[in-house]
C-alpha cells in the first residue's frame, strides 16, 4: 500500500513536498515513481528512483525544480517540489514500479496511492 500527503494550495513559485509512506513492502527494494494528472490529460511521469541503487530520474518538466528522497527508516518517498508553476497543478500520486520495470510508464505500475492535490494560485 502508498499512503501521498502534503498536497495543497500553494502560490506559483511556491513549495511543496509531497509524502508517500509504503506498507507491506520496502521502499529501497523496488522503483518508486511520482506521477501526475492534471484533469483531461493523461498520467505522467514525474520523477522515480530506484530501489537497490538510489539513482534518480526527472522528467524534463521537473529537473532543476523538484527532488524525489526518501528515508528507508521511515518508509518514505518525498516529492520536493520548488519554483511551482501553474502547469504544475494536477493531482500527484506515488506508485510502485517491478524491479526492472520503466518507472516512467503508467503502464508497468504495480500499485498506485490515492493521489494527492497540488493546486496552484497567481
Known amino acids: 500500500q502508498l499512503v501521498e500527503s502534503g498536497g495543497g494550495e500553494v502560490q506559483v513559485g511556491g513549495s511543496l513536498r509531497l509524502s508517500c509512506v509504503a506498507s507491506?513492502?520496502?521502499?529501497?527494494?523496488?522503483?518508486i515513481s511520482w506521477f501526475r494528472q492534471a484533469p483531461g490529460s493523461a498520467r505522467r511521469g514525474v520523477a522515480c528512483?530506484?530501489?537497490?541503487?538510489?539513482?534518480?530520474y526527472y522528467s524534463p518538466a521537473a529537473k532543476g525544480r523538484f527532488t524525489i528522497s526518501r528515508d528507508n527508516a521511515e518508509n518514505t518517498v518525498y516529492l520536493q517540489m520548488d519554483g511551482l508553476k501553474p502547469e504544475d497543478a494536477a493531482t500527484y500520486y506515488c506508485a510502485r514500479v517491478p524491479r526492472g520495470g520503466n518507472c516512467n510508464n503508467a503502464g508497468f505500475v504495480e500499485v498506485w496511492g490515492q493521489g494527492a492535490l497540488v493546486t496552484v494560485s497567481s
Open positions: 528512483i530506484w530501489g537497490s541503487s538510489g539513482s534518480t
Open positions: 507491506g513492502f520496502t521502499v529501497d527494494s523496488y522503483p
